[in-house]
């Protein structure tokens, strides 16, 4: 784990709800995350695994740990952004999902990139 500035990553996450997957009577709500990685630093470095907590509002957690993002683990070099979307489903309107990401550097040098909190909610829950 590094605070050396070479070594920097940008995760910015949206997220939208999927209404026509989603079977609210059942207790299944399912969202859509787009996230965007870019690599702020001056080092290229490679997002090899994931780990996420998504908790819903009855405070139920689910941890993933995997390797990388939508089967790949992108090389991004400075200045370079990677977008993906995936899904996730929680029992409840709304929820919470953050994290982050392994990173392994050109120079070998491993450390962890912050996936910031952010909600899952459906539309008009929130305000």
Same mark, same amino acid.
């Given at each position: 784990?590094?605070?050396?500035?070479?070594?920097?990553?940008?995760?910015?996450?949206?997220?939208?709800?999927?209404?026509? @997957?989603?079977?609210?009577? +059942?207790?299944?709500?399912? $969202?859509? *995350? %787009?996230?965007?990685?870019?690599?702020?630093?001056? /080092?290229?470095?490679?997002?090899?695994?994931?780990?996420?907590?998504?908790?819903?509002?009855?405070?139920?957690?689910?941890?993933?740990?995997?390797?990388?993002?939508?089967? @790949?683990?992108?090389?991004? +070099?400075?200045?370079?952004? $990677?977008? *993906? %979307?995936?899904?996730?489903?929680?029992?409840?309107? /709304?929820?919470?999902?953050?994290?982050?990401?392994?990173?392994?550097?050109?120079?070998?040098?491993?450390?962890?990139?912050?996936?910031?909190?952010?909600?899952?909610?459906?539309?008009?829950?929130?305000?």
């Amino acid at each position: 784990m590094t605070d050396d500035k070479r070594y920097a990553i940008s995760v910015t996450p949206t997220s939208t709800y999927l209404e026509a @997957r989603s079977d609210p009577g +059942k207790g299944q709500f399912v $969202f859509a *995350y %787009t996230i965007t990685v870019t690599n702020t630093g001056t /080092v290229a470095a490679q997002l090899v695994s994931r780990h996420w907590f998504i908790t819903d509002a009855d405070h139920q957690v689910q941890e993933v740990r995997g390797a990388g993002v939508v089967g @790949r683990q992108p090389v991004l +070099k400075p200045g370079e952004s $990677f977008e *993906y %979307t995936s899904g996730a489903s929680i029992a409840t309107a /709304v929820g919470t999902m953050h994290g982050s990401y392994r990173m392994v550097a050109e120079d070998g040098t491993e450390f962890d990139a912050a996936i910031p909190l952010f909600t899952l909610s459906i539309p008009r829950t929130l305000h």
